[in-house]
């Protein structure tokens, strides 16, 4: 059985950062990609940002570009998150992800293509 384990939220004032981390049970290079998904208060799950695990492509949503960054280790066993200048707009439940099988890179976008999902870690941005 696969596991994914979200962790690094927090409480966090506007302009800080934090640094998620998604650890698997097995190693990442067993998947195509890594996502990172959120989900705020009434609001639909999205993505935020995804990697390829054979190539390191990586992708992000407009909102975060510049102060998101997605990475794994030299081991492939953990996938990170970066986030900069956090904003309130940012509270969220944040996933990751992890996809078996190639897919067209366009699709990486869509949390039903993902086999596997972590249980996730709060982040919220208030002063």
């Known amino acids: 059985q696969v596991q994914l384990v979200e962790s690094g939220g927090g409480l966090v004032q506007p302009g800080g950062s934090l640094r998620l981390s998604c650890a698997a049970s097995g190693s990442f290079s067993d998947y195509a990609a890594i996502g990172w998904f959120r989900q705020a208060p009434g609001k639909e799950r999205e993505g935020v940002s995804c990697?390829?695990?054979?190539?390191?492509?990586?992708y992000y949503e407009d909102s975060v570009k510049g102060r998101f960054t997605i990475s794994k280790d030299n081991a492939q066993t953990t996938v990170y998150l970066q986030i900069e200048n956090l904003k309130p707009e940012d509270t969220a439940v944040y996933y990751c992800?992890?996809?078996?099988?190639?897919?067209?890179?366009?699709?990486?976008?869509?949390?039903?293509?993902?086999?596997?999902w972590g249980q996730g870690t709060q982040v919220t941005v208030s002063s």
């Open positions: 990697i390829k695990a054979y190539d390191d492509t990586t």
């Open positions: 992800a992890a996809r078996r099988g190639a897919i067209l890179d366009r699709l990486l976008w869509l949390e039903d293509v993902y086999n596997y």
